[in-house]
């Protein structure tokens, strides 16, 4: 099928909510995709940070292809191998206490409300529930995660929404303590804000309000769905801060391609929720976390991660070589990067990309966004830099 045939029948049986380029992709190879006319593009999103490990990897195709020939799916009544090795790994890699399997990030999310609400009544009562989050974050689509998200235009429509969310101004630590009054029991922060626009929170914030939340027995919530596995340069972004949270979130490039998502928790509070309290068909999935051992053990080595900071480096070096004024600013971490530029010139500049066969995100007002697969070459960076010469 041609692109435009496609989609005139998305028109007629996908329901639209999704503003999406006109190109429908096939294919791809490492670093690369091609459209269904064949057009080659060098891939700088990985489908929103999920092909950690790029396209066709071999490892990862045949984990999946493997474990899809022994067993799909089991129901979480039983227990299988694939699954208790990736919450191992996962465990022991950041000496977190345990983890509860999801299926995207929005739940992983979910999970960690809660969670955080759990620890809070068991220990507490009623009336400490509220979760502190911070404006411009995003959370996630569903009833509750639209609502932990601190931005305005997300608490449209769909009313009633879950109470109990306050938002406080990242990096303000007075804003935090004011928003976290005696009915709170979370806080609940990314890293660096991603689809906000690619904003690193501040290392002496995330450090105080860690102890403000030890001190007032918060617990401390990090989404790390965007930044983990890899994305900034370690296994997780918190370990670069310095900090131990109570519950870390992640999903995006955990399976490297396909749907899972994990809320992990520390020693002092992974026992919170049991039998009957919290429940999913599909989580843990000896399929999805086949798939997770597959990527773990490509991400989750010093040498890896260190590349990957590199290779940020790298390609923050070159492109504002190529620039001529037109980047104002690089900002993010590792393989999650935030190009600034014009706001009004953006639309523009990511269209003109995609026609040199480079593909890009946005983020936030003024961001292009970069999330290139984490085993991208230093050829494939060369090559996209090379394409985009001209559109800078
Ligand atoms: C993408 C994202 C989510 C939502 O994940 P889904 O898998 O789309 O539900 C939540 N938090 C952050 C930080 C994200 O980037």
Not at 156 to 175: H, I, K, R, S
């Amino acid at each position: 099928m041609t692109y435009q045939d496609l989609k005139q029948e998305e028109q007629t049986y996908v329901m639209q909510t999704y503003g999406r380029f006109a190109v429908a992709i096939d294919h791809g190879e490492g670093s690369k995709v091609w459209d269904v006319e064949n057009k080659e593009y060098i891939d700088l999103t990985s489908g929103i940070g999920v092909c950690s490990v790029g396209y066709a990897r071999e490892e990862l195709v045949s984990a999946i292809s493997e474990q899809a020939g022994k067993l799909l799916h089991i129901s979480n009544l039983f227990l299988t191998e694939p699954m208790v090795q990736t919450a191992k790994t996962l465990v022991t890699s950041c000496d977190m206490g345990k983890v509860f399997f999801a299926n995207s990030g929005a739940e992983a999310n979910e999970g960690a409300v809660k969670l955080a609400r759990k620890y809070s009544y068991d220990k507490y009562g009623e009336g400490r529930s509220t979760i502190v989050t911070l404006k411009n974050s995003f959370h996630g689509r569903t009833i509750t995660t639209l609502k932990a998200t601190g931005q305005d235009k997300f608490h449209q429509f769909f009313f009633p929404f879950t109470e109990g969310f306050v938002y406080a101004e990242a990096n303000n630590l007075e804003d935090v303590k004011q928003k976290a009054d005696a009915s709170a029991c979370a806080v609940m922060m990314e890293l660096i804000q991603g689809e906000g626009g690619v904003l690193p929170l501040d290392k002496a914030f995330v450090q105080d309000v860690a102890s403000f939340c030890k001190e007032h027995d918060l617990l401390l919530i990090i989404d790390e769905v965007q930044t983990g596995i890899g994305r900034t340069g370690s296994l997780f972004c918190f370990q670069q801060y310095g900090i131990q949270p109570d519950i870390v979130t992640m999903a995006k490039g955990l399976g490297g391609g396909v749907p899972i998502g994990a809320v992990m928790a520390a020693k002092t509070c992974d026992s919170v929720l049991t039998p009957g309290t919290h429940a999913t068909t599909f989580g843990g999935s000896p399929l999805c976390c086949a798939a997770a051992n597959a990527v773990l053990s490509i991400v989750n080595q010093p040498d890896f991660l260190h590349e990957v900071t590199e290779k940020g480096e790298y390609i923050k070096k070159k492109l504002l070589e190529i620039s001529h004024g037109t980047i104002k600013n690089i900002r993010g971490m590792g393989l999650m990067l935030g190009v600034i530029v014009d706001e009004e010139k953006r639309a523009e500049l990511v269209s003109a990309c995609m026609d040199k066969g480079v593909l890009v995100l946005t983020a936030g007002k003024d961001a292009i966004r970069l999330l290139p697969p984490l085993t991208i070459t230093y050829e494939e960076i060369d090559e996209a830099i090379e394409r985009v010469r001209e559109v800078f």
